[in-house]
Every structure is written in C-alpha cells, then in structure tokens.
C-alpha cells in the first residue's frame, strides 16, 4: 500500500516569497491534515480536510496560509508571503474516516527554511 | 488549554530499558498515544490506550497511565539502536484534536 506522499521534500526561499506544498494522501483516505513542526516541537495542526470540505482551519494563520484539497483528494498548502518564522517541517496526513481514534498516517514532510 | 509535556533527551544502553514520560493537562482525554519519528521521516504509530486503561503492552513496549496525575509513560525493552528516534506523546481531548508533545530525543549507545 503506498504511503501518503509530499514534495518537493526541502524548499528554501526568502522571506516575502510564496511557497506551496503538495500532498497525495493514502488512496481512499477521506480525511487529510497538514501540520506544521517547528524545530524542537511536537506537530500542530493547521488544518482538516473531510473529503473537500474544512473542518478544523482554527490555527490556520489566514492571513498568510492557505489551503485547498480540490475533489478531496490531493491537497496543496500554500504560504504567502512567507516569514521567517514560518521556518518548519509542513507535515501531510491521511486517515480513513477522521472519526473516533482512527490511525494517522503521516508523510515524510516538506523541510521549509525561510531565509 | 490543552497542554503536552515531555522531557527533552534521553540516552540509554543498549539491551537497557528506556522509559520516555508525558504528562497533560486536558482530563477529558479520551485515547493517548505514542508516535516515533525517525531522522526524514513522518510520524509512525507506535500504540495507544484508552483511557479508562491503565496498562497496555505490546511486545517490547508497555504504556502506563496514571489518569489522576496526567500521566504517561512509555517503556521499551531490550532498547536496540535502532530505536533511537523521536517519540511524543499525543493526548486526544474534547476537541478530538490530537495535540503533540515536544518529543523526547532517545539516543542508544551499543
């Protein structure tokens, strides 16, 4: 079974820029997540996915991050402009229903340095 | 708020046992969990428990909590250097988001 993908797997830019990231979560997965990892941290979630519709953006910083998940199936996450520190680990996952205590299935992660 | 907290490295021998601990805050917590994340990758399952447990082994791996304390630990047997990774602990609350801790570093010397 082919795991949740991610790429690109490292970006660099400068601050102001914009960067998008992509995920292609477990085939059949309804719910997807993006997290964001600052170095030293436990992942925080940005934002759910059920199917193509939002269900949790609370920590979602609007002003600069958005997100979409067309035909609920790929995601992309984008950040513009980008800050300093934005500078992270974007983390995708993927589970069935996104219900109870379900299992996530994480991705490797984009490495995001902002210079 | 809910709140994960975790000491921050942990060094053991290997064939020794290693227990990573966490505490939380939120006590309407309804299920924890153990991930690992290895140097480039995701975050991987290890287990979990229910909360009206206190107990749980899997293999190498035992999880007790002691829900009056908010506390969670993490035992692992016969540590091999292969276990050498990240491990956090994440608490499901009322929210049904999972909230992170800051991860614990083991590091296993032969």
């Known amino acids: 079974e082919a795991g949740v993908a991610q790429s690109p797997r490292y970006k660099i830019i400068e601050k102001r820029q914009s960067v998008a990231f992509w995920c292609n979560p477990i085939?059949?997965?309804?719910?997807l997540y993006w997290y964001q990892q600052i170095l030293g941290q436990g992942p925080k979630l940005l934002i759910q996915?059920?199917?193509?519709?939002?269900?949790?953006d609370s920590q979602l910083p609007k002003d600069r991050f958005s997100a979409e998940r067309l035909k609920g199936v790929d995601s992309t996450l984008k950040i513009q402009p980008a800050k300093l520190e934005d500078s992270a680990v974007y983390l995708c996952a993927s589970s069935l229903e996104g219900t109870g205590h379900e299992k996530l299935f994480f991705g490797s992660g984009t490495q995001l340095s902002v210079l | 708020g809910e709140d994960v907290e975790q000491s921050l490295f942990l060094s053991v021998r290997e064939g020794d046992s290693s227990v990573i601990n966490c505490t939380y805050t939120?006590?309407?917590?309804?299920?924890l969990y153990w991930y690992k994340q290895e140097p480039g990758a995701g975050l991987q399952l290890l287990t979990y428990i229910f909360s009206n447990m206190d107990m749980k082994q899997d293999q190498r791996l035992t999880v007790l909590l002691n829900k009056k304390d908010k506390h969670l630990s993490l035992r692992i047997a016969d540590t091999q250097t292969g276990d050498s990774a990240i491990y956090f602990c994440a608490e499901r609350g009322n929210t049904d988001k999972l909230i992170f801790g800051t991860g614990t570093r083991l590091q296993v010397f032969p």
């Open positions: 939120d006590s309407s917590s309804t299920y």
């Open positions: 085939s059949g997965h309804a719910t």
């Open positions: 996915f059920q199917n193509n519709g939002v269900v949790d």
